[in-house]
Structures are given as C-alpha cells and as structure tokens.
C-alpha cells in the first residue's frame, strides 16, 4: 500500500528539475549561436563523464553480484545512452545550424541538448540511488565566494593592541 510513498519525494525532484529545465530552455534565446555551441558542448562533455560514472557503478554491481543493483543500473545506463545519442546528434545540427540565419532552429537544437543534459543529471542521481550511493556521491562541488565590501578587514577575533580598560562596577548593596 504504501510502497509507491517511497518514490514520491523522486518524482518530485524530477519534477523540479523538469520545470526548471524548461526555464532555462526558455531563456536559451539570448545566447548567440557561438555560445549555443559553447554551452551545448560542455553538456555533452558532462553527459560522458555521466556514463563513466554510471558505467562505474555497474561494474560494482557485478562484482557483488548484485542483479537487482545491476538491472536499475543498466536500466539508468540505456536511457543515460539514448539521450547523450540525442544530445550528440543535437550538437552536430546546431554546429551546422550557426551558420545559417535559422535563429528558431538553432534554439530548438540548443533546447533539446539542454533537456537532455537535465536529463542526464536526474539519470545519475536515479543510478546512484540504485546503488545506495546518494548520499555519498553527489558530483563534483563548485563553491562561489562573495564577500561583503561592508565586512571589516581586522580580524574581530584577534584583542586590540591597546588593551581597553574596565572600570569596576559599582557597589549594588553594602556588605
């Protein structure tokens, strides 16, 4: 009864993650077909270190001798492969498409290697759950660091130099 409660919080993000590729889908027209190019390219190249990684994950499985690992995992795998097929394929007609002034077209291309490298992440993270490994294994982290101007240069946790005198309180009651 209850078993189809444990996949909801995954079909939400995939969800989530559906609608927030079809935002940035949305905003795909602003790119020049350079930068098109450009950003379809570094997706395919993460949709490959993807299928290493996946390709990764089956091999523990074999080596455990995991069948049911192993079939949610190649399951994840195949799909993983028809959508960089879809996104290689996309590549190439929109590295043709560059030069020519079909601005729709281009932006149709660049929309679907885009969908497919979303696609691609929630693959990775559906195999890395197959194996129990989500947790553990979340990708490569990219930390951005902005400062405040308004933050003070003098570290607060160092004393002053000059040490500030105290004066003693004084007496509340007599003794």
């Known amino acids: 009864m209850f078993e189809g409660m444990r996949h909801l919080p995954l079909g939400l993000a995939l ?7 079809t935002a ?3 905003r795909a027209p602003g790119l020049s077909g350079a930068e098109q190019i450009d950003t379809a390219g ?9 299928q290493v990684r996946v390709n990764q994950l089956a091999a523990q499985a074999r080596k455990r001798k995991d069948i049911i690992q192993l079939n949610c995992i190649n399951d994840k ?11 290689e394929q996309s590549l190439a007609t929109l590295a ?4 020519q002034a079909d601005e729709a077209a281009r932006n149709h291309e660049f ?5 497919t490298h979303q696609k ?13 490994e989500e947790l553990r294994y979340a990708g490569a982290t990219e930390v951005d660091v902005t400062v405040d101007p308004n933050v003070p240069q003098e570290d607060p946790t160092e004393p002053p130099e000059e040490p500030t005198e105290l004066e003693r309180a004084p007496v509340a009651s007599p003794p």
């Open 111 to 115: 929309a679907k290697t885009s969908l």
């Open 15 to 21: 969800g989530l993650a559906l609608l927030a590729v």
């Open 77 to 87: 795998l195949q799909q993983l492969k028809g959508n960089l097929a879809v996104a």
């Open 96 to 99: 043709k498409q560059s030069t």
């Open 42 to 50: 570094r997706y395919v190249a993460r949709m490959k270190e993807i």
């Open 24 to 26: 940035g889908a949305q």
């Open 120 to 132: 691609a992440l929630v693959l990775a993270q559906e195999a890395e759950t197959c194996i129990g």
